[in-house]
């Protein structure tokens, strides 16, 4: 999938890639520990704004990693546009 010269943006978007699956993991694993006898509003009105943050972030970091591939094809037309 990510075939190619890794440049800056790749390693940039591993970093927040990585920091939102930790950061999704441990709300996850927080919830799991800490729920309440009933699932009212006041409980989940706090915790849905990072969840969806942390997937916003991962979805970010994915797509940093995906553009941040130069392909052969890419490095061979630079080369001929510096001749």
């Known amino acids: 999938m ?14 927040i890639l990585g ?9 996850l694993w927080y919830i799991t520990l800490t ?13 849905i704004p990072p969840i969806v943050g942390a997937i916003v972030f991962i979805l970010i970091g994915l797509y940093m990693m995906n553009s941040g591939v130069k392909k052969e ?11």
Not at 5 to 11: A, G, Q, S
Not at 19 to 27: E, P, Q, T
Not at 73 to 83: S, T
């Open 2 to 15: 990510f075939k190619g010269e890794k440049t800056y943006v790749f390693w940039i978007g591993l970093i």
């Open 19 to 27: 920091l939102a699956a930790v950061a999704l993991f441990s709300i």
């Open 73 to 83: 094809k890419e490095k061979e037309i630079q080369l001929l546009k510096q001749q």
């Open 35 to 47: 729920i309440p006898s009933y699932y009212g509003v006041d409980f989940w009105k706090y915790w």
